[in-house]
RNA sequence: CGGGAUGUGGCGCAGUCUGGUAGCGCGUACGGUUCGGGACCGUAAGGUCGGAGGUUCAAAUCCUCUCAUCCCGACCA
Protein backbone atom coordinates (compact mmCIF):
# COMPACT_ATOMS: atom_id res chain seq x y z
CA UNK A 1 0.00 0.00 0.00
CA UNK A 2 0.82 3.69 -0.79
CA UNK A 3 0.89 6.05 2.06
CA UNK A 4 -0.10 8.63 0.15
CA UNK A 5 -3.28 6.93 -0.87
CA UNK A 6 -4.13 5.62 1.96
CA UNK A 7 -6.53 7.08 4.30
CA UNK A 8 -4.80 7.36 7.44
CA UNK A 9 -5.66 10.43 9.29
CA UNK A 10 -2.80 10.60 12.07
CA UNK A 11 -3.06 13.09 14.98
CA UNK A 12 -0.52 14.91 16.41
CA UNK A 13 -2.04 15.88 19.65
CA UNK A 14 -3.86 13.39 22.12
CA UNK A 15 -7.84 14.51 21.70
CA UNK A 16 -9.10 15.46 25.09
CA UNK A 17 -11.54 12.69 25.45
CA UNK A 18 -9.31 10.08 25.41
CA UNK A 19 -8.21 8.16 28.94
CA UNK A 20 -6.46 5.29 28.66
CA UNK A 21 -3.02 4.51 26.45
CA UNK A 22 -4.96 2.51 24.09
CA UNK A 23 -7.64 4.64 23.18
CA UNK A 24 -5.48 7.83 22.57
CA UNK A 25 -3.20 5.44 20.43
CA UNK A 26 -6.05 4.11 18.22
CA UNK A 27 -7.29 7.77 17.60
CA UNK A 28 -3.76 9.00 16.82
CA UNK A 29 -2.28 6.44 14.54
CA UNK A 30 -5.67 6.96 12.69
CA UNK A 31 -7.20 3.52 13.39
CA UNK A 32 -10.97 4.41 14.80
CA UNK A 33 -12.94 7.99 15.05
CA UNK A 34 -16.27 8.49 17.20
CA UNK A 35 -19.69 9.30 15.90
CA UNK A 36 -21.08 9.31 19.17
CA UNK A 37 -21.40 7.97 22.65
CA UNK A 38 -19.83 4.51 22.72
CA UNK A 39 -19.87 4.10 18.74
CA UNK A 40 -16.82 4.03 16.41
CA UNK A 41 -15.84 4.24 13.08
CA UNK A 42 -13.08 1.92 11.78
CA UNK A 43 -10.53 3.49 9.86
CA UNK A 44 -8.67 1.59 7.14
CA UNK A 45 -5.70 0.71 9.26
CA UNK A 46 -7.84 -0.18 12.48
CA UNK A 47 -10.20 -2.24 10.31
CA UNK A 48 -7.11 -3.90 9.23
CA UNK A 49 -5.98 -4.90 12.40
CA UNK A 50 -9.26 -6.04 13.31
CA UNK A 51 -9.36 -8.38 10.03
CA UNK A 52 -6.56 -9.89 11.71
CA UNK A 53 -7.97 -11.07 15.07
CA UNK A 54 -10.52 -12.26 13.19
CA UNK A 55 -9.08 -14.56 10.73
CA UNK A 56 -6.93 -15.75 13.77
CA UNK A 57 -9.87 -16.44 15.51
CA UNK A 58 -11.94 -17.90 12.65
CA UNK A 59 -8.66 -20.60 11.91
CA UNK A 60 -8.60 -21.55 15.62
CA UNK A 61 -12.55 -21.95 15.76
CA UNK A 62 -12.37 -23.96 12.51
CA UNK A 63 -9.57 -26.27 13.83
CA UNK A 64 -11.65 -27.13 16.81
CA UNK A 65 -14.60 -28.05 14.79
CA UNK A 66 -17.07 -25.04 14.93
CA UNK A 67 -18.47 -23.95 12.20
CA UNK A 68 -19.37 -20.22 11.31
CA UNK A 69 -22.79 -19.18 11.00
CA UNK A 70 -24.48 -14.91 11.07
CA UNK A 71 -27.39 -14.47 13.10
CA UNK A 72 -29.25 -11.04 13.35
CA UNK A 73 -29.02 -8.36 14.78
CA UNK A 74 -32.14 -7.64 15.19
CA UNK A 75 -33.88 -10.15 17.45
CA UNK A 76 -37.80 -10.33 18.33
CA UNK A 77 -38.73 -10.09 22.41
CA UNK A 78 -40.91 -12.93 22.35
CA UNK A 79 -37.65 -15.09 22.25
CA UNK A 80 -35.99 -12.94 25.39
CA UNK A 81 -39.50 -13.28 26.74
CA UNK A 82 -39.58 -16.96 26.37
CA UNK A 83 -36.29 -16.94 28.09
CA UNK A 84 -37.25 -15.21 30.84
CA UNK A 85 -34.32 -12.83 30.20
CA UNK A 86 -36.65 -9.81 28.70
CA UNK A 87 -37.49 -8.70 32.01
CA UNK A 88 -33.90 -9.64 34.02
CA UNK A 89 -31.71 -7.82 31.39
CA UNK A 90 -31.91 -4.51 32.84
CA UNK A 91 -31.85 -1.31 30.35
CA UNK A 92 -28.82 -2.19 28.58
CA UNK A 93 -30.81 -4.25 26.82
CA UNK A 94 -31.37 -1.71 23.81
CA UNK A 95 -35.63 -2.36 23.45
CA UNK A 96 -37.75 -0.30 20.42
CA UNK A 97 -40.94 -1.38 18.33
CA UNK A 98 -41.40 -2.00 14.47
CA UNK A 99 -43.66 -0.24 12.71
CA UNK A 100 -46.57 -2.73 13.56
CA UNK A 101 -45.92 -1.99 17.30
CA UNK A 102 -43.74 -5.50 17.96
CA UNK A 103 -41.23 -5.20 20.29
CA UNK A 104 -37.44 -6.21 19.36
CA UNK A 105 -34.41 -5.57 20.37
CA UNK A 106 -30.70 -5.42 19.50
CA UNK A 107 -28.88 -8.92 20.47
CA UNK A 108 -26.12 -8.08 22.99
CA UNK A 109 -25.38 -11.87 22.77
CA UNK A 110 -27.03 -14.58 20.98
CA UNK A 111 -27.91 -17.76 23.34
CA UNK A 112 -31.72 -17.11 22.57
CA UNK A 113 -31.38 -16.80 18.59
CA UNK A 114 -29.09 -19.61 18.60
CA UNK A 115 -31.31 -22.19 20.69
CA UNK A 116 -34.29 -21.38 18.62
CA UNK A 117 -32.63 -22.51 15.94
CA UNK A 118 -30.81 -25.93 17.31
CA UNK A 119 -34.58 -26.15 19.14
CA UNK A 120 -36.07 -26.81 15.14
CA UNK A 121 -33.14 -27.98 13.32
CA UNK A 122 -31.08 -30.27 15.96
CA UNK A 123 -33.53 -33.46 16.77
CA UNK A 124 -31.12 -36.19 17.37
CA UNK A 125 -28.07 -37.21 19.42
CA UNK A 126 -26.45 -38.36 16.20
CA UNK A 127 -26.51 -34.34 15.21
CA UNK A 128 -24.40 -33.19 18.00
CA UNK A 129 -21.66 -32.22 19.09
CA UNK A 130 -22.42 -29.32 17.46
CA UNK A 131 -19.99 -25.63 17.76
CA UNK A 132 -21.42 -22.82 16.05
CA UNK A 133 -19.96 -19.45 15.94
CA UNK A 134 -20.66 -15.88 14.40
CA UNK A 135 -18.19 -12.96 14.37
CA UNK A 136 -21.19 -10.43 14.51
CA UNK A 137 -21.72 -6.57 16.34
CA UNK A 138 -23.47 -6.71 19.42
CA UNK A 139 -25.14 -3.54 21.39
CA UNK A 140 -25.07 -3.24 25.05
CA UNK A 141 -26.62 0.24 26.01
CA UNK A 142 -24.04 1.01 28.80
CA UNK A 143 -24.87 2.94 31.20
CA UNK A 144 -20.98 4.45 31.13
CA UNK A 145 -19.18 3.76 27.75
CA UNK A 146 -15.39 4.54 28.51
CA UNK A 147 -12.22 3.68 27.34
CA UNK A 148 -12.99 4.13 23.38
CA UNK A 149 -12.94 0.65 21.90
CA UNK A 150 -12.66 -0.63 25.15
CA UNK A 151 -16.27 -0.32 26.89
CA UNK A 152 -18.44 0.65 23.79
CA UNK A 153 -22.08 0.33 22.75
CA UNK A 154 -21.86 -1.39 19.71
CA UNK A 155 -18.94 -3.89 19.45
CA UNK A 156 -17.87 -6.76 17.65
CA UNK A 157 -17.83 -10.10 19.61
CA UNK A 158 -17.10 -13.35 18.56
CA UNK A 159 -19.53 -15.78 19.97
CA UNK A 160 -19.58 -19.51 19.69
CA UNK A 161 -22.56 -21.97 21.09
CA UNK A 162 -21.53 -26.00 21.81
CA UNK A 163 -24.72 -28.40 22.30
CA UNK A 164 -23.85 -31.56 23.33
CA UNK A 165 -25.99 -35.01 24.85
CA UNK A 166 -24.94 -34.68 27.99
CA UNK A 167 -22.48 -32.88 30.83
CA UNK A 168 -19.36 -34.92 29.62
CA UNK A 169 -19.47 -34.65 26.20
CA UNK A 170 -20.03 -30.65 26.75
CA UNK A 171 -17.16 -31.00 28.86
CA UNK A 172 -15.37 -32.16 26.08
CA UNK A 173 -16.42 -29.27 23.76
CA UNK A 174 -15.41 -26.88 26.76
CA UNK A 175 -12.21 -28.02 26.60
CA UNK A 176 -12.14 -27.59 22.97
CA UNK A 177 -12.88 -24.31 23.06
CA UNK A 178 -10.79 -22.95 26.20
CA UNK A 179 -7.65 -24.73 24.64
CA UNK A 180 -8.66 -22.59 21.25
CA UNK A 181 -8.95 -19.44 23.36
CA UNK A 182 -5.66 -20.10 24.45
CA UNK A 183 -4.22 -20.58 21.12
CA UNK A 184 -6.24 -17.61 19.89
CA UNK A 185 -4.87 -15.32 22.18
CA UNK A 186 -1.00 -16.54 22.05
CA UNK A 187 -1.12 -16.27 18.37
CA UNK A 188 -2.73 -12.57 19.02
CA UNK A 189 0.98 -11.83 20.69
CA UNK A 190 -0.79 -11.45 24.19
CA UNK A 191 -0.03 -11.54 27.66
CA UNK A 192 -3.15 -13.63 29.40
CA UNK A 193 -4.54 -15.56 32.21
CA UNK A 194 -7.57 -17.33 32.02
CA UNK A 195 -9.51 -17.42 35.14
CA UNK A 196 -12.54 -18.67 37.37
CA UNK A 197 -15.38 -16.64 37.18
CA UNK A 198 -19.06 -16.03 37.69
CA UNK A 199 -21.34 -16.58 35.63
CA UNK A 200 -23.40 -13.26 35.55
CA UNK A 201 -26.71 -12.98 33.62
CA UNK A 202 -25.72 -15.69 31.12
CA UNK A 203 -26.07 -17.94 33.91
CA UNK A 204 -24.92 -21.33 33.95
CA UNK A 205 -22.63 -23.62 36.31
CA UNK A 206 -19.27 -22.74 35.19
CA UNK A 207 -16.83 -20.25 33.52
CA UNK A 208 -13.54 -18.78 32.71
CA UNK A 209 -12.47 -15.32 31.84
CA UNK A 210 -9.49 -14.46 29.54
CA UNK A 211 -7.90 -11.52 31.01
CA UNK A 212 -4.81 -9.55 29.42
CA UNK A 213 -3.20 -8.83 31.91
CA UNK A 214 -2.80 -4.80 32.72
CA UNK A 215 -2.96 -1.88 34.91
CA UNK A 216 -5.82 -0.25 33.12
CA UNK A 217 -8.10 -3.42 33.54
CA UNK A 218 -11.82 -2.67 34.88
CA UNK A 219 -11.44 -6.61 36.49
CA UNK A 220 -9.81 -7.11 39.42
CA UNK A 221 -8.41 -11.11 39.43
CA UNK A 222 -6.32 -12.56 42.19
CA UNK A 223 -3.75 -15.20 40.94
CA UNK A 224 -1.68 -17.68 43.43
CA UNK A 225 1.59 -17.00 43.67
CA UNK A 226 2.51 -20.54 44.00
CA UNK A 227 -0.24 -22.84 42.31
CA UNK A 228 -2.57 -22.16 39.22
CA UNK A 229 -4.90 -21.03 40.95
CA UNK A 230 -6.71 -17.39 39.30
CA UNK A 231 -9.76 -16.28 39.65
CA UNK A 232 -11.68 -12.59 39.01
CA UNK A 233 -11.73 -11.18 42.27
CA UNK A 234 -15.80 -11.08 42.27
CA UNK A 235 -15.83 -15.37 42.11
CA UNK A 236 -12.62 -15.89 44.15
CA UNK A 237 -12.86 -18.19 46.90
CA UNK A 238 -12.14 -16.95 50.57
CA UNK A 239 -9.76 -19.68 51.87
CA UNK A 240 -11.28 -21.29 55.30
CA UNK A 241 -9.14 -21.05 58.03
CA UNK A 242 -8.91 -17.47 57.57
CA UNK A 243 -10.73 -16.81 60.95
CA UNK A 244 -9.67 -18.04 63.94
CA UNK A 245 -11.71 -18.35 67.36
CA UNK A 246 -9.14 -17.80 69.23
CA UNK A 247 -9.05 -14.26 68.49
CA UNK A 248 -12.33 -13.71 69.87
CA UNK A 249 -11.75 -15.89 73.70
CA UNK A 250 -12.96 -14.12 76.40
CA UNK A 251 -16.31 -13.89 78.37
CA UNK A 252 -19.56 -12.22 76.58
CA UNK A 253 -20.17 -8.15 77.19
CA UNK A 254 -23.10 -6.77 78.15
CA UNK A 255 -24.83 -5.20 75.28
CA UNK A 256 -24.58 -1.40 75.80
CA UNK A 257 -25.96 1.21 73.06
CA UNK A 258 -23.74 4.57 72.86
CA UNK A 259 -24.24 7.45 71.17
CA UNK A 260 -22.31 8.21 67.94
CA UNK A 261 -23.45 11.16 66.51
CA UNK A 262 -23.41 11.36 62.71
CA UNK A 263 -20.46 8.86 62.69
CA UNK A 264 -21.34 6.35 59.69
CA UNK A 265 -18.47 5.18 57.80
CA UNK A 266 -16.31 1.91 59.35
CA UNK A 267 -13.53 4.28 59.69
CA UNK A 268 -15.17 7.56 61.53
CA UNK A 269 -16.91 4.32 64.12
CA UNK A 270 -13.72 2.49 64.70
CA UNK A 271 -12.07 5.98 65.18
CA UNK A 272 -14.96 6.98 67.48
CA UNK A 273 -14.97 4.18 69.85
CA UNK A 274 -11.22 3.48 69.53
CA UNK A 275 -11.93 0.12 68.13
CA UNK A 276 -10.26 -2.35 65.48
CA UNK A 277 -12.17 -2.91 62.53
CA UNK A 278 -11.71 -6.62 63.07
CA UNK A 279 -14.45 -5.40 65.90
CA UNK A 280 -17.25 -4.02 63.93
CA UNK A 281 -19.87 -6.22 61.86
CA UNK A 282 -21.25 -4.20 58.87
CA UNK A 283 -24.60 -4.42 58.06
CA UNK A 284 -25.52 -4.08 54.24
CA UNK A 285 -28.89 -4.17 53.05
CA UNK A 286 -29.95 -6.00 50.01
CA UNK A 287 -33.22 -5.50 47.57
CA UNK A 288 -33.62 -9.03 45.84
CA UNK A 289 -36.49 -10.33 43.39
CA UNK A 290 -37.99 -12.22 46.30
CA UNK A 291 -37.33 -10.48 49.64
CA UNK A 292 -34.94 -7.80 51.31
CA UNK A 293 -31.93 -9.39 53.13
CA UNK A 294 -29.19 -7.57 55.70
CA UNK A 295 -25.70 -9.39 54.98
CA UNK A 296 -23.46 -8.94 57.97
CA UNK A 297 -19.60 -9.02 57.46
CA UNK A 298 -16.63 -8.07 59.33
CA UNK A 299 -15.93 -4.53 59.56
CA UNK A 300 -12.63 -4.86 57.69
CA UNK A 301 -14.07 -6.51 55.15
CA UNK A 302 -16.35 -6.20 51.72
CA UNK A 303 -19.37 -7.68 50.88
CA UNK A 304 -19.60 -9.62 47.69
CA UNK A 305 -22.52 -9.02 45.47
CA UNK A 306 -22.51 -11.91 43.39
CA UNK A 307 -21.90 -14.32 46.29
CA UNK A 308 -24.84 -13.10 48.11
CA UNK A 309 -26.71 -13.55 44.94
CA UNK A 310 -25.68 -16.72 44.20
CA UNK A 311 -26.24 -18.24 48.18
CA UNK A 312 -29.76 -16.63 47.62
CA UNK A 313 -30.37 -18.39 44.46
CA UNK A 314 -32.08 -14.99 42.93
CA UNK A 315 -32.28 -13.49 40.01
CA UNK A 316 -31.40 -9.90 40.87
CA UNK A 317 -29.77 -7.87 43.64
CA UNK A 318 -29.43 -4.82 44.30
CA UNK A 319 -27.62 -2.55 47.38
CA UNK A 320 -31.32 -1.33 48.87
CA UNK A 321 -31.47 3.12 48.65
CA UNK A 322 -31.54 4.94 51.41
CA UNK A 323 -35.35 5.02 51.88
CA UNK A 324 -35.61 1.38 51.95
CA UNK A 325 -32.92 1.36 54.36
CA UNK A 326 -34.58 4.13 56.73
CA UNK A 327 -37.73 1.70 56.11
CA UNK A 328 -36.19 -1.37 57.20
CA UNK A 329 -34.13 -0.72 59.62
CA UNK A 330 -35.69 2.36 60.90
CA UNK A 331 -32.67 4.37 60.49
CA UNK A 332 -30.86 6.46 57.78
CA UNK A 333 -27.40 4.54 56.14
CA UNK A 334 -24.27 3.95 58.63
CA UNK A 335 -26.41 3.19 61.70
CA UNK A 336 -27.96 -0.37 60.01
CA UNK A 337 -27.21 -3.55 62.35
CA UNK A 338 -28.36 -6.98 63.12
CA UNK A 339 -30.05 -6.30 66.42
CA UNK A 340 -33.88 -6.32 65.95
CA UNK A 341 -34.23 -6.34 62.30
CA UNK A 342 -36.64 -7.98 61.05
CA UNK A 343 -35.94 -8.89 57.47
CA UNK A 344 -33.50 -12.25 57.18
CA UNK A 345 -29.76 -12.20 57.87
CA UNK A 346 -27.01 -13.85 56.78
CA UNK A 347 -23.45 -13.32 57.56
CA UNK A 348 -19.93 -13.93 55.88
CA UNK A 349 -17.67 -16.63 57.79
CA UNK A 350 -16.02 -14.38 59.38
CA UNK A 351 -18.52 -13.21 61.35
CA UNK A 352 -19.26 -16.57 62.96
CA UNK A 353 -16.65 -16.12 65.57
CA UNK A 354 -16.91 -12.85 66.47
CA UNK A 355 -18.22 -11.63 69.62
CA UNK A 356 -18.79 -8.55 71.60
CA UNK A 357 -19.40 -6.96 68.23
CA UNK A 358 -19.65 -3.42 67.44
CA UNK A 359 -22.86 -2.81 64.99
CA UNK A 360 -25.24 -0.01 64.21
CA UNK A 361 -28.20 0.27 66.67
CA UNK A 362 -31.12 1.06 63.87
CA UNK A 363 -31.26 4.22 65.47
CA UNK A 364 -29.89 7.84 63.96
CA UNK A 365 -26.58 8.61 66.00
CA UNK A 366 -26.24 5.78 68.15
CA UNK A 367 -24.52 2.05 67.54
CA UNK A 368 -24.26 -0.70 69.92
CA UNK A 369 -21.16 -2.60 71.41
CA UNK A 370 -21.45 -6.02 72.91
CA UNK A 371 -23.43 -7.40 70.89
CA UNK A 372 -23.39 -10.92 70.76
CA UNK A 373 -24.60 -13.68 68.41
CA UNK A 374 -27.75 -15.96 70.11
CA UNK A 375 -28.29 -13.82 72.65
CA UNK A 376 -28.54 -10.66 70.75
CA UNK A 377 -29.87 -11.47 66.94
CA UNK A 378 -29.94 -14.77 64.83
CA UNK A 379 -28.25 -15.59 62.00
CA UNK A 380 -29.84 -18.08 59.10
CA UNK A 381 -27.51 -18.78 57.57
CA UNK A 382 -23.06 -18.47 57.24
CA UNK A 383 -21.37 -18.63 53.43
CA UNK A 384 -18.01 -16.69 51.80
CA UNK A 385 -19.98 -13.64 51.34
CA UNK A 386 -17.07 -11.33 51.07
CA UNK A 387 -14.33 -10.06 48.73
CA UNK A 388 -11.07 -11.75 48.93
CA UNK A 389 -8.13 -9.04 50.29
CA UNK A 390 -4.50 -8.98 49.68
CA UNK A 391 -3.84 -10.63 52.99
CA UNK A 392 -5.71 -13.81 52.38
CA UNK A 393 -4.37 -17.22 51.24
CA UNK A 394 -5.06 -19.42 48.28
CA UNK A 395 -8.19 -21.33 48.74
CA UNK A 396 -6.18 -24.33 46.64
CA UNK A 397 -3.06 -24.22 48.15
CA UNK A 398 -2.65 -21.76 51.08
CA UNK A 399 -0.21 -19.80 49.48
CA UNK A 400 0.07 -15.96 49.15
CA UNK A 401 -2.03 -14.44 46.14
CA UNK A 402 -1.48 -11.63 44.41
CA UNK A 403 -4.25 -8.71 43.44
CA UNK A 404 -3.66 -7.69 39.66
CA UNK A 405 -6.10 -6.16 36.86
CA UNK A 406 -7.32 -7.66 33.62
CA UNK A 407 -8.99 -6.84 30.69
CA UNK A 408 -11.67 -9.42 29.62
CA UNK A 409 -11.27 -10.29 26.24
CA UNK A 410 -12.86 -13.48 26.32
CA UNK A 411 -15.74 -15.49 28.28
CA UNK A 412 -16.43 -19.35 28.19
CA UNK A 413 -19.86 -20.69 30.01
CA UNK A 414 -21.25 -24.31 30.50
CA UNK A 415 -24.46 -23.10 30.63
CA UNK A 416 -25.67 -26.75 31.28
CA UNK A 417 -29.84 -26.86 30.35
CA UNK A 418 -30.73 -23.31 31.28
CA UNK A 419 -32.07 -22.15 27.51
CA UNK A 420 -32.68 -25.37 26.30
CA UNK A 421 -34.80 -25.92 29.26
CA UNK A 422 -36.25 -22.73 28.67
CA UNK A 423 -36.82 -22.71 25.24
CA UNK A 424 -37.79 -27.11 25.38
CA UNK A 425 -34.68 -27.34 22.90
CA UNK A 426 -35.13 -31.48 23.39
CA UNK A 427 -33.05 -34.23 20.96
CA UNK A 428 -33.99 -37.61 20.89
CA UNK A 429 -31.07 -40.16 22.65
CA UNK A 430 -30.24 -43.76 21.37
CA UNK A 431 -32.94 -44.83 23.21
CA UNK A 432 -35.63 -42.90 22.03
CA UNK A 433 -35.65 -40.57 25.09
CA UNK A 434 -36.57 -37.01 25.07
CA UNK A 435 -33.45 -34.85 26.39
CA UNK A 436 -32.36 -31.49 26.94
CA UNK A 437 -29.56 -30.57 24.88
CA UNK A 438 -26.53 -29.45 27.07
CA UNK A 439 -25.14 -26.07 25.99
CA UNK A 440 -21.94 -24.38 26.43
CA UNK A 441 -21.39 -20.07 24.88
CA UNK A 442 -17.60 -18.66 23.92
CA UNK A 443 -17.56 -15.37 23.81
CA UNK A 444 -14.15 -13.04 22.04
CA UNK A 445 -14.37 -9.30 22.63
CA UNK A 446 -12.78 -8.93 19.09
CA UNK A 447 -12.66 -5.16 19.15
CA UNK A 448 -11.17 -5.24 22.84
CA UNK A 449 -9.03 -7.26 22.15
CA UNK A 450 -7.14 -4.95 19.79
CA UNK A 451 -7.51 -2.06 22.09
CA UNK A 452 -5.62 -4.76 24.90
CA UNK A 453 -2.96 -6.03 22.35
CA UNK A 454 -2.14 -2.30 22.50
CA UNK A 455 -2.56 -1.19 26.02
CA UNK A 456 0.10 -3.91 26.04
CA UNK A 457 2.02 -3.11 23.63
CA UNK A 458 3.26 0.35 23.18
CA UNK A 459 6.17 3.23 24.32
CA UNK A 460 6.33 6.91 24.31
CA UNK A 461 6.28 7.15 20.99
CA UNK A 462 3.08 4.95 19.75
CA UNK A 463 2.14 1.77 19.32
CA UNK A 464 4.23 -1.21 18.70
CA UNK A 465 1.81 -4.33 17.52
CA UNK A 466 2.67 -7.79 18.13
CA UNK A 467 3.48 -9.16 14.41
CA UNK A 468 0.44 -11.51 13.71
CA UNK A 469 -1.67 -8.26 14.74
CA UNK A 470 0.13 -5.59 12.34
CA UNK A 471 -1.58 -4.26 9.80
CA UNK A 472 1.72 -4.20 7.59
CA UNK A 473 4.55 -6.18 8.32
CA UNK A 474 6.99 -3.74 6.97
CA UNK A 475 6.82 -0.35 6.07
CA UNK A 476 9.51 1.93 3.58
CA UNK A 477 10.46 5.16 4.14
CA UNK A 478 12.24 6.63 0.98
CA UNK A 479 13.34 9.68 3.06
CA UNK A 480 13.64 12.10 -0.48
CA UNK A 481 11.52 11.05 -2.97
CA UNK A 482 12.76 13.95 -5.09
CA UNK A 483 15.82 11.84 -5.60
CA UNK A 484 16.05 9.34 -8.46
CA UNK A 485 17.77 7.14 -6.91
CA UNK A 486 16.00 6.79 -3.50
CA UNK A 487 12.82 6.57 -5.23
CA UNK A 488 14.00 4.19 -7.23
CA UNK A 489 15.58 1.87 -4.91
CA UNK A 490 12.15 2.13 -2.82
CA UNK A 491 9.92 1.25 -5.20
CA UNK A 492 12.10 -1.80 -6.30
CA UNK A 493 11.95 -2.72 -2.54
CA UNK A 494 8.35 -2.37 -2.37
CA UNK A 495 7.60 -4.87 -5.67
CA UNK A 496 9.90 -7.47 -4.30
CA UNK A 497 8.21 -7.63 -1.16
CA UNK A 498 5.05 -7.04 -2.16
CA UNK A 499 5.11 -9.79 -4.96
CA UNK A 500 6.60 -12.19 -2.50
CA UNK A 501 3.57 -11.90 -0.24
CA UNK A 502 4.76 -9.60 2.20
CA UNK A 503 2.24 -6.80 3.59
CA UNK A 504 4.35 -3.68 2.95
CA UNK A 505 3.42 0.15 3.39
CA UNK A 506 5.47 2.39 1.37
CA UNK A 507 5.52 6.17 2.65
CA UNK A 508 5.72 7.81 -1.38
CA UNK A 509 4.92 11.08 0.58
CA UNK A 510 6.60 14.22 0.20
CA UNK A 511 7.38 14.47 3.70
CA UNK A 512 10.30 15.67 6.01
CA UNK A 513 12.08 12.91 7.38
CA UNK A 514 11.02 13.92 10.79
CA UNK A 515 7.38 13.17 10.04
CA UNK A 516 7.94 9.57 8.58
CA UNK A 517 9.68 9.12 11.20
CA UNK A 518 7.30 10.02 13.64
CA UNK A 519 3.91 8.53 11.58
CA UNK A 520 6.04 5.23 11.33
CA UNK A 521 6.37 5.08 15.43
CA UNK A 522 3.13 5.87 15.99
CA UNK A 523 1.27 3.32 13.88
CA UNK A 524 4.02 0.70 14.94
CA UNK A 525 4.77 -1.34 12.17
CA UNK A 526 7.10 -4.04 13.11
CA UNK A 527 10.27 -3.80 10.47
CA UNK A 528 10.95 -0.32 8.85
CA UNK A 529 13.59 0.09 6.28
CA UNK A 530 14.68 3.36 5.74
CA UNK A 531 16.02 4.58 2.48
CA UNK A 532 18.08 7.74 2.76
CA UNK A 533 20.85 9.42 -0.27
CA UNK A 534 23.37 8.69 2.08
CA UNK A 535 23.85 5.15 2.76
CA UNK A 536 22.11 4.03 -0.22
CA UNK A 537 25.66 5.53 -1.81
CA UNK A 538 27.64 2.30 -0.18
CA UNK A 539 24.67 0.46 -1.70
CA UNK A 540 23.16 -0.17 1.68
CA UNK A 541 19.15 0.20 3.85
CA UNK A 542 18.78 0.47 6.87
CA UNK A 543 16.75 -1.70 8.90
CA UNK A 544 14.63 -1.13 12.56
CA UNK A 545 12.88 -3.29 14.78
CA UNK A 546 10.27 -1.28 16.50
CA UNK A 547 9.89 -3.58 18.93
CA UNK A 548 13.64 -3.36 19.81
CA UNK A 549 14.59 -0.12 18.13
CA UNK A 550 17.71 -1.96 17.10
CA UNK A 551 18.89 -0.80 13.89
CA UNK A 552 21.18 -2.44 11.55
CA UNK A 553 22.11 -1.77 7.65
CA UNK A 554 21.97 -4.02 4.90
CA UNK A 555 22.93 -4.31 1.34
CA UNK A 556 20.90 -3.23 -1.23
CA UNK A 557 21.57 -5.55 -2.88
CA UNK A 558 19.49 -8.86 -1.93
CA UNK A 559 17.74 -6.52 1.11
CA UNK A 560 14.33 -8.32 0.44
CA UNK A 561 15.55 -11.52 1.38
CA UNK A 562 16.98 -10.17 4.38
CA UNK A 563 13.80 -8.73 5.35
CA UNK A 564 11.17 -11.65 4.29
CA UNK A 565 13.37 -13.89 6.46
CA UNK A 566 12.67 -11.34 9.29
CA UNK A 567 9.39 -11.38 8.69
CA UNK A 568 8.83 -14.92 9.11
CA UNK A 569 10.74 -14.92 12.02
CA UNK A 570 8.68 -12.94 13.71
CA UNK A 571 5.57 -14.51 12.51
CA UNK A 572 6.87 -17.61 13.34
C1' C B 1 -29.74 7.63 38.38
C1' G B 2 -26.53 10.89 42.04
C1' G B 3 -21.99 14.27 42.29
C1' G B 4 -18.48 17.33 39.31
C1' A B 5 -16.70 19.63 34.86
C1' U B 6 -16.63 21.22 29.82
C1' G B 7 -18.98 22.98 25.10
C1' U B 8 -15.34 29.10 21.16
C1' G B 9 -12.51 27.68 12.91
C1' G B 10 -10.67 20.53 11.40
C1' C B 11 -7.63 19.43 16.39
C1' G B 12 -5.79 21.49 21.22
C1' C B 13 -6.93 25.77 23.96
C1' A B 14 -7.23 31.36 25.81
C1' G B 15 -10.99 35.00 26.32
C1' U B 16 -16.22 34.47 30.62
C1' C B 17 -14.79 36.48 37.13
C1' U B 18 -15.01 42.61 35.76
C1' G B 19 -20.46 42.82 29.14
C1' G B 20 -17.84 46.96 24.44
C1' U B 21 -13.77 45.14 17.15
C1' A B 22 -13.58 36.84 18.44
C1' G B 23 -7.88 35.45 19.58
C1' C B 24 -3.44 31.85 20.00
C1' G B 25 -0.84 27.15 18.71
C1' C B 26 -1.28 23.07 15.41
C1' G B 27 -3.46 21.66 10.87
C1' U B 28 -5.26 23.25 5.67
C1' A B 29 -4.26 26.09 0.69
C1' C B 30 -0.68 28.98 -2.17
C1' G B 31 4.56 31.05 -2.87
C1' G B 32 9.64 30.75 -1.38
C1' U B 33 13.88 28.75 1.50
C1' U B 34 14.88 23.97 3.58
C1' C B 35 15.23 18.30 3.64
C1' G B 36 17.83 11.48 8.34
C1' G B 37 13.53 12.54 14.01
C1' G B 38 6.84 16.28 13.86
C1' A B 39 11.47 22.93 9.67
C1' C B 40 11.35 28.34 8.65
C1' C B 41 9.42 32.99 6.31
C1' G B 42 5.30 35.20 3.88
C1' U B 43 0.16 35.21 2.20
C1' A B 44 -4.79 33.28 2.55
C1' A B 45 -9.16 30.61 3.60
C1' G B 46 -11.92 28.91 7.61
C1' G B 47 -16.09 30.56 13.55
C1' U B 48 -24.55 30.02 14.00
C1' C B 49 -18.81 31.09 20.60
C1' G B 50 -23.66 23.74 21.65
C1' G B 51 -29.16 25.31 21.25
C1' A B 52 -33.57 28.29 22.90
C1' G B 53 -35.34 32.25 25.65
C1' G B 54 -34.32 36.54 28.74
C1' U B 55 -31.60 41.08 30.94
C1' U B 56 -29.00 45.26 28.42
C1' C B 57 -27.75 50.79 24.22
C1' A B 58 -24.57 46.39 23.72
C1' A B 59 -23.87 39.25 25.49
C1' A B 60 -18.82 34.15 23.98
C1' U B 61 -19.15 36.89 28.79
C1' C B 62 -24.87 37.98 33.19
C1' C B 63 -29.82 35.00 34.19
C1' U B 64 -33.30 30.75 33.05
C1' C B 65 -34.18 26.41 30.47
C1' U B 66 -32.31 22.69 27.29
C1' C B 67 -28.96 19.43 24.56
C1' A B 68 -24.30 17.04 24.09
C1' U B 69 -19.66 15.29 25.78
C1' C B 70 -16.24 13.87 29.61
C1' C B 71 -14.83 12.51 34.77
C1' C B 72 -16.18 10.20 39.74
C1' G B 73 -19.89 6.96 41.98
C1' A B 74 -23.79 3.37 41.70
C1' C B 75 -24.62 -0.56 37.93
C1' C B 76 -22.88 -4.13 34.32
C1' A B 77 -20.57 -8.71 30.00
Not at 183 to 205: M, N
Amino acid sequence: MRYSRLFLPTLRQVPSDAEIVSHQLMMRAGMIRKLTSGIYIHLPLGLCIIKKVETIIREEMEKAGAQEILMPAMQPAELWQESGRWDIYGKELLRFKDRHGRPYCLGPTHEEVITDLVRREVRSYRDMPLILYQIQNKFRDEIRPRFGLMRGREFAMKDAYSFDVDEEAAAKSYEKMFDAYNRIFERCGLKFRAVEADTGTIGGSFSHEFMVVAETGEDAIVTCTKCGYAANLEKAEVHPGYARKEEYDGPDAPMTKVSTPNVRTVEEVTQFLSVHPGQLVKTIIFETSSEPVAVLVRGDHEVNAAKVKNILGVDNIELADEDTVLKLTGAPAGFAGPVGLSIKIIADRAVEPMKNMVAGANERDFHLVGTNRGRDFEVSEFADLRLVTSSDRCPRCGMAMELKRGIEVGHVFRLGDKYSKALSSVYVDQDGNERYTIMGCYGIGVWRTVAAAIEQNHDKDGIIFPPPLAPYQVEILPLQIQEGDVIAAAETLYDQLSTQGAEVLLDDRDERAGVKFKDADLIGIPIRVTIGKKSLKNGEVEVRLRSTGRTEMIQREGADRVILDMIRKQLS
